[in-house]
């Protein structure tokens, strides 16, 4: 593990960050001193009422009834938070602190149409004007309201005013399938239904009325269709029997209101990738969201009044939901829609010196690409605005992290994270008070009791271990949708360690406390004893030039042998699979890893199957390749490439070799 040393924190981080103002808050109000972060963290973890309670009381809660307790039962699963509390999320993001009714609350940029941006104010009459649209609709607590509709203001607003209301949100991004959408949407049975006529990507338009009209027919819990005219703006409704979003948010004197709801009450429903059965619907709720989020955002990520902040997303990952929370802690957010590769990879830097950036999120595979591709965007924009830089959805390198200090800026905190969208945030990652160091994520995150558990159960450090969660956080979910003993919520997290939330990542936690996340638990490469996360494997095998993607699957040897360790590759350029290739991969494997990792076979494929939020799915082509037929092991409509597939269903009927 490396320990460069690639940004450290200023002297005066205590005086100048949110976390710093947060610590001084602490030994004002509660009379406690931490020495470091470490310190702090640990307390963080040891006395979960305090700190929660803490964070309620330092960011002053909105709420309507205040709670008689913190936890009342802080058993796993089936924590109770913050009892007797009522709130509203929307009004707490709504509240903007810091900001004026003219400051900026929501920049848009897209490929549709122009940008536009909303002040505080407009956002707030916006919300105002959706949420008597909803209620004339029927809308009340406890109401399905789905949004069919890309990274926009209106998808925003629409999210915001059914909480005001709430009533119960859940978004897909319109290039899901139809298949996909149904499958998530059938489970949480909508009331109302609001989607895009299409959307450009790039250059491209994508009509997807037909999708839209397919959604409704599968849906007959849907009594209202409301269209957003995307694609054609001077378009009608389009849809018979449907209505317009001007329709819907037209003029009207209602007040904007809040509902209270008590802490648990449902917001919105996740959903986890779908790309094995059913989507689990994941039921997250106001306050917890509410409390992680202005955690996280705050004291992790330093955002507030004057920052602009960004994350490359749909509407369909977590992220987007997490981004959206920024007007909570003050921030100004930055929204996207579109090919962040069209016409080309400086697309979203091109973005982020254009709206100021104070914060840039994306993905460990897009900063990945553009260091292949010979991106330096420091040369090429301005970025002095950029003081922070967030990576997610896979492991970052150090590959990753040399390139961002070199060719984007030497002056950011890169900050490298992980977590899910069962939680909604990232449960490690960075902090203003530590260093960043190359490879590593930064820390265990406040509140978040992460450990690695080794074989026996027990915590090691320095060694792989399965991610587990020792104590409850808010943002864990309320529960699964339908699930009404909680029986499929305990077994996706609680049935290997009872009381232990088990994520399914494998992580290695060092001396000092930093994180390494080396891939999914169910999809380790264990040769001959030797464990090793896929992430090591991808590090060294797309380092190379002549490699664009990979994919390595082990199929293990029921007997107890090595088995078969398959490495599938995209090259660059279209360039053939020789044998002058495949020895060099040997190669770099042999060096950077062991012997026993040495592929015993290596095919060159089109594409690597990959969700729509980007991630590979190695289990489920693990499935293909050992006879699960493809439309069992994989939902197509959940992944960007359904087609990628076709190339190991071809290789599992011809048998592998």
Not at 280 to 299: D, S, T, Y
Not at 399 to 404: H, I, M, N, R, S
Not at 604 to 610: A, D, E, K, L, T
Request: aromatic residues 8%.
């Amino acid at each position: 593990m490396s320990n460069e040393v690639l940004w450290t924190p200023p002297s005066d981080v205590r005086q100048t960050s949110r976390i710093g103002h947060y610590l001084h808050w602490l030994e004002r109000e509660r009379g406690l001193a931490f020495a470091d972060y470490e310190a702090l963290r640990l307390w963080s973890v040891q006395n979960i009422p305090d700190f929660w309670r803490s964070i309620w009381d330092y960011f002053e809660v909105v709420s309507h009834t205040p709670p008689t307790a913190t936890i009342a039962d802080r058993h796993m699963p089936g924590t109770r938070w913050f009892p007797g509390a009522t709130l509203n999320y929307a009004e707490n993001v709504l509240r903007m602190p810091g900001r004026a009714g003219d400051d900026p609350a929501v920049i848009a940029h897209g490929q549709t149409r122009a940008p536009q941006t909303l002040t505080k104010d407009e956002l707030r009459d916006a919300v105002r004007r959706c949420a008597a649209g909803l209620r004339r609709l029927g809308v009340g607590p406890g109401d399905r309201v789905a949004a069919y509709a890309p990274n926009i203001p209106e998808t925003y607003v629409l999210m915001l005013a059914s909480a005001s209301l709430g009533a119960i949100f859940s978004s897909c991004a319109p290039e899901f399938g139809t298949r996909s959408v149904c499958d998530r949407w059938q489970q949480i049975e909508p009331k109302v239904l609001v989607a895009v006529d299409g959307y450009r990507y790039g250059d491209k338009p994508v009509d997807r009325a037909a999708e839209v009209e397919a959604i409704r027919a599968a849906l007959p819990s849907v009594e209202h269709l409301v269209m957003i005219n995307y694609l054609n703006p001077a378009a009608g409704s389009g849809s018979s029997g449907s209505s317009g979003w001007d329709e819907l948010t037209s003029a009207t004197d209602e007040p904007l209101t809040f509902a209270p709801v008590p802490f648990d009450h449902p917001l919105y429903v996740l959903y986890s990738s779908g790309t094995t059965g059913l989507p689990k619907p994941i039921v997250h709720g106001h306050g917890g969201i509410l409390l992680e989020h202005l955690k996280m955002l705050a004291l992790h990520h330093d955002l507030g009044p004057a920052d602009r902040f960004f994350w490359f997303t749909t509407t369909g990952w977590m992220m987007w939901n997490f981004l959206v929370s920024g007007p909570a802690v003050g921030a100004t957010i930055v929204l996207f829609d579109g090919n962040p590769g069209a016409p080309s990879l400086d697309t979203l830097w091109t973005l982020a010196e254009e709206t100021r950036l104070t914060y840039f999120g994306t993905s460990a595979p897009f900063l990945l690409a553009c260091r292949k591709s010979g991106l330096v965007p420091r040369a090429d924009h301005d970025l002095s605005a950029l003081r922070g830089l967030g990576s997610t959805g896979a492991p970052l390198p150090p590959e990753g992290f040399a390139w961002v200090y070199a060719d984007v800026s030497d002056t950011l905190q890169l900050q490298s994270l992980s977590g899910g969208t069962d939680v909604c945030t990232g449960f490690v990652g960075g902090v203003p008070l530590l260093p960043v160091r190359s490879g590593e994520i930064a820390c265990r995150a406040l509140g978040a009791a992460v450990e690695a558990f080794g074989p026996d159960g027990e915590p090691v450090r320095d060694q792989l271990g399965e991610l587990v969660i020792t104590e409850p956080m808010p943002s864990m979910p309320v529960g699964f949708w339908h699930d009404p003993d909680g029986s499929r919520y305990r077994e996706a997290y609680f049935d290997v360690y009872p009381g232990v939330w088990r994520h399914g990542d494998w992580i290695t936690i060092n001396e000092h406390g930093g994180c390494v996340i080396t891939g999914r638990s169910d999809a380790t490469l264990n040769r001959g004893g030797v464990r090793l996360g896929t992430s090591e494997f991808y590090s060294v095998v797309e380092g190379l030039p002549e490699i664009a993607d990979s994919l390595v699957i082990h199929l293990e040897d029921s007997e107890g042998g090595a088995g078969d360790l398959l490495l599938f590759v995209v090259t660059t350029d279209e360039r053939d699979l020789d044998g002058d290739l495949t020895a060099k991969i040997a190669k770099e494997l042999r060096t950077a890893l062991s012997p026993r990792h040495v592929p015993d076979a290596v095919y060159r494929i089109p594409g690597v199957p990959r969700t729509l939020s980007g991630k590979k799915l190695e289990v489920p082509v693990k499935k293909i390749l050992t006879g699960t037929p493809a439309e069992s092991a994989a939902a197509k409509g959940a992944l960007a490439n359904p087609e990628s597939l076709a190339a190991f269903e071809k290789l599992a009927r011809e048998g592998v070799s």
